[in-house]
């Protein structure tokens, strides 16, 4: 069975994205970047909302300072977005998904092929965690105080976690990955 995981940064406090959704703020360096190039080789698909999606498609098909690795996998990767409001999508290999999510990504869990990762979507991640189909989260604590867009909202019930591994970076980020307990 294939495992859905979470690659986010958050910021100390806790924001996912600054109160204008900026993420100017992510400290990305060499490091960050073999980390993206080992994961998006492993990866089978991508999971977006609406508004990361967005972000997302109108940045990596005509990107050309970024990492050739991390471009092409970003294109040719399949990519299923969830909204009820988009009524198409013009990325490569890219899927608008209208059905509720948690059947759909049980399905896709099912299927054969690489990893299932989440980039940004903080309200599938919501969803996806309160239905218990996340099976990883690797969250980067990027060394600043930000203010924002909560991970999570503040109504969301609590949910215990087990640290499995941490890792600093040499720029201040720190990645630690958990499971559900």
Known sequence: MRKVFVSNLASLDGYIAGPDREIDWHNVDGEYEAYGVKMMNAAGAILFGRITYELMAGYWPTVTDNNPEVTRQMNVLPKYVFSNSLT???????????????????????????????????????????????????????????????????SFPRLGLELVSSREFSEGNVLNTYWVK
Do not use: C, H, M
Request: hydrophobic residues 40%.
């Open 88 to 154: 198409g999508v013009d990325w490569s290999n890219t899927q608008l998904v209208k059905e509720p999510i948690g059947p759909f990504v049980q399905r896709l869990k099912e299927e054969e092929g690489g990893d299932i990762v989440i980039l940004g979507s903080g309200t599938i991640v919501s969803q996806l965690t309160a239905l218990r189909l996340i099976d990883e989260y690797r969250i980067f604590t990027v060394p600043v105080l930000r203010g924002g867009i909560p991970a999570f909202p503040p």
